[in-house]
């Protein structure tokens, strides 16, 4: 059954107290691919009889950790396994143990690698539609990929999914990632977009042993994770915020001083908006760089910044200066009204065009 193309492909299964179905599934990935890596993350003796049955068969290799160190580490020690093993191999199907991911599927999404060989494939499940799936996994998958494309634009819809076939280009970078237990799937999520690496999607059957009872997906825990890059962002606009409308007072007051007729006086708003954008701004762009992991050169990034201040800045000034006028209200309430409505809008077209890098900087 193993194909030329599929010879190129190494199977990679982390195992943590696995069951006697384990033995079937890796029999059958040794019929297709040349070598099948399996990680006993320290299940003990009274699992040994599942690792004996199939560490005799053609292409197998266990890897042990002597202690449970997490899926994460267990991912990690078979990634650095094959670097050094397989140099040559084109990529790594990852499935779990838990018999969830079929032979057909692991095969359709390795078929889908290869024509696609600098991506990353994952097998994905039906959460919109499919009645099978247990109501915690629909929930938490469904709320992480929404949160993941809001705020990290991130667009895959099975965050959750163990069956993935990584390209041997960006290897070592995934053995580099953080994370040793059920973290580290998403941090590579996000290592791989930081790397400009395609996403591709290929549609699996959906398997639940006992309704998923050994799911460790923890929804709030994990969609935390998500929100680290919205978190930062909103720090930092904060802290522009905060030296943006500290300005901005002082500077108001200061004009509302000079007597009426005066230019300086009469346009005391836009003035005084201009004058707090610039300081908050210098700090505003170097903060938001760092925060979206940006690649791009600041000759890229800097000028579409600069656009986008502006416009900020100009619709700021307008709407702060025209419902002051009309509705005779404080300047700073206003303003922190105003700014708050275009923050969100600020953080999408810098998370989408601002610093996204070029093909040039991926």
């Known amino acids: 059954m193993e194909t030329k193309e599929l010879s190129e492909i190494i199977a990679l299964v982390p195992a943590y107290c696995p069951e006697q179905s384990m033995v079937e599934s890796v029999t059958a990935l040794t019929e297709i691919f040349p070598a099948v890596i399996i990680v006993d993350d320290g299940c003990g003796a009274e699992y040994k009889g599942i ?6 068969l053609k292409g197998v290799t266990i890897l042990r950790h002597p202690e449970n160190r997490g899926k994460g580490c267990a991912l990690k020690t078979g990634f650095n396994h094959i670097l050094e093993k397989y140099p040559e191999a084109k990529g790594v199907v990852t ?17 889908k690698f290869l024509e696609n060989p600098h991506s990353i494939v994952f097998g994905c499940r039906d959460f919109e539609s499919d ?15 929404r949160l993941m494309k809001f705020f990290c634009d991130i667009k895959l819809s099975d965050t959750q999914t163990g069956l993935r076939v ?3 280009d960006y290897l070592k970078e995934l053995a580099k990632v953080a994370g040793d237990r059920y973290e580290y799937e998403m941090n590579v999520i996000f290592a791989l977009k930081e790397l400009g690496v395609p996403f591709v999607e290929v549609p699996i059957e959906v398997i639940y042993l006992d309704n998923n ?40 007051g200061l004009l509302k001083q000079i007597p009426e007729g005066n230019l300086l006086r009469t346009y005391y708003i836009p003035v005084s908006t201009g004058a707090a954008r610039v300081c908050s701004g210098v700090f505003n762009y ?3 760089r760092w925060i979206f992991g940006s690649r791009s050169k600041v000759s ?42 275009l923050f969100f809008i600020s953080y999408k077209v810098q998370q989408l065009w601002v610093f996204k890098p070029t093909d040039k900087e991926v």
């Open 51 to 56: 690792f004996d049955a199939v560490e005799g």
């Open 166 to 168: 990584h390209s041997m």
């Open 286 to 288: 170097s903060f938001n």
């Open 300 to 341: 890229s990034s800097g000028p579409k910044y600069l656009v986008v201040w502006l416009i900020q800045l100009c619709i700021s000034a307008f709407c702060v200066d025209r419902l002051v006028s009309w509705l005779k209200g404080n300047e700073t309430i206003t303003k922190f009204f105003v700014d708050t409505i």
């Open 95 to 111: 499935l779990d143990a838990d018999g969830q991911h079929t032979v057909k599927d692991t095969v359709a999404c390795c078929e």
């Open 213 to 252: 009872a050994s799911s460790h997906f923890n929804p709030i825990k994990d969609s935390m994770k998500i929100y680290k890059v919205f978190i930062k962002f909103c720090i930092s606009s904060f802290g522009s915020f905060l030296i943006d409308i500290i300005l901005f007072t002082i500077m108001c």
């Open 131 to 145: 009645t099978k799936i247990p109501p915690r996994s629909r929930f938490g998958n469904r709320l992480t990929s």
